[in-house]
């Protein structure tokens, strides 16, 4: 039996998923990659391939099962909504029709029709244009999971790290106000499922970050160490879960500490994206945590200004859909 394939959605189609997902197909045999098939959009696949230089025979299929089998010689693309490929130009048609191919996507992983959904990078302000009232992709396929949103945990993973940040879209002035021990409690104890049944870690070392400089240095600048982020620690470690913390935020991403530990729990986004993106920008995978589907997404976002340029760089795109076939070998044995 032909495996399961990935659904993967356009992303917005004037930024560059169109052709990193073109670029992985050409790369499927070198990079070793699982069957991965493109929610709509045929005739901008082709386009979007065509600009980058790559000679990639599109093939319009009518169901997922189709995929699989025509893999080898073509890149498959699911009959449904299109569009004219404009790189660098995002409008409203192509929010439109994002939405829908992330729409459709997400559908059929749910409805265990494909292994999992490799999202391509949307621009969220332009969706929201369009009525898309999630802060993020990871929102929006909790909700068609049935997952609270809080339950859904944001993980950036590369070679070198990995890392989640406890509070994610947030205005950094209210980060402070959304900590609590129970967040802290609850998605530790997620990222320690996830990263047993999908990553194969018998039992992953979490080190959890600060919120403070020097973690607080003892309560002269700030409390939430001691306060709401040890207290979690300590409950969790009494489960027996292998956490520890909180360290400051500032040394904890240094070569020797980062052997220390498989994941670190990041206080707020910026703390936990940017020695993700600092050290494997090009091979850093968005993977959500906590779903009864498979979905990453690549770290990098939608790249309006180099779309169509053919100097986007792939590497995360092919981790992204690595990862997802890697995951669900784990947790499906496809
Ligand atoms: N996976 C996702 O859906 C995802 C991830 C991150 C950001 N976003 C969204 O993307 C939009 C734009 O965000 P941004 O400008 O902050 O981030 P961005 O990642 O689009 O761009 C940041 C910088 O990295 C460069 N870059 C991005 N991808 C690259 C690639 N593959 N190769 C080479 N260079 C690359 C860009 O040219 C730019 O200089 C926002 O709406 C954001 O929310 C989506
Ligand atoms: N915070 C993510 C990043 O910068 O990589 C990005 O916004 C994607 O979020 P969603 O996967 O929720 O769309």
Redesign the pocket.
């Known amino acids: 039996m032909p495996p399961v394939p990935l659904a993967a959605s356009l992303g917005d189609p004037a930024g560059v998923g169109p052709e990193l997902l073109a670029e992985a197909w050409i790369r499927r045999e070198t990079d070793d990659l699982p069957p991965f098939f493109v929610t709509g959009g045929a005739q901008l696949m082709a386009a979007a391939a065509r600009l980058r230089g790559l000679s990639v025979p599109v093939a319009e299929i009518f169901h997922q099962a189709e995929a699989a089998e025509c893999f080898a010689r073509a890149l498959p693309v699911l009959a449904g909504p299109d569009g004219d490929y404009a790189p660098g130009r995002p409008d409203r048609a192509g929010a439109e029709l994002a939405l829908a191919s992330l729409t459709e996507a997400t559908r059929l992983a749910v409805d265990g029709e494909v292994d999992g959904v490799v999202t391509g990078p ?1 621009h969220k302000a332009r969706l929201a244009e369009v009525g898309f009232i999630h802060p ?4 929006f396929v909790a909700e068609a999971c049935g997952v609270q949103p809080g339950d859904a945990v ?1 993980m ?1 993973a590369g070679p070198h790290l990995r890392t989640v940040p406890l509070t ?1 879209h947030v205005a950094l002035a209210e980060v402070a106000a959304a900590i609590s021990e129970a967040l802290v409690e609850r998605k530790g104890r997620i990222v320690a499922a996830a990263l047993k049944r999908d990553f194969g870690l018998d039992a992953p070392r979490i080190a959890v970050a600060a919120l403070n400089p020097h973690a607080g240095e003892e309560g002269r600048m700030g409390d939430e160490e001691a306060r709401l982020i040890a207290p979690a620690i300590e409950r969790l470690r009494a489960e027996g879960i292998a956490i520890d913390g909180p360290f400051a935020a500032d040394g904890l991403f240094a070569p020797r500490q980062r052997e220390t530990f498989d994941v670190a729990l990041c206080m707020y ?1 910026d703390q936990a ?1 940017i020695p993700l993106k600092a050290l494997d920008f090009d091979q850093g995978v ?1 993977v959500t945590l906590g779903l009864p589907i498979i979905r990453t ?1 690549p ?1 990098h ?1 939608t790249a309006f200004s180099i779309a169509g340029t053919g100097k986007a760089d792939a590497g995360a795109m092919i981790a992204a859909i690595r990862m997802a076939g890697d995951c669900a070998q784990r947790r499906f044995g496809n």
């Open positions: 949307i993020g992709q990871t929102e944001m950036l994610v986004h994206l968005n997404s770290d976002g």
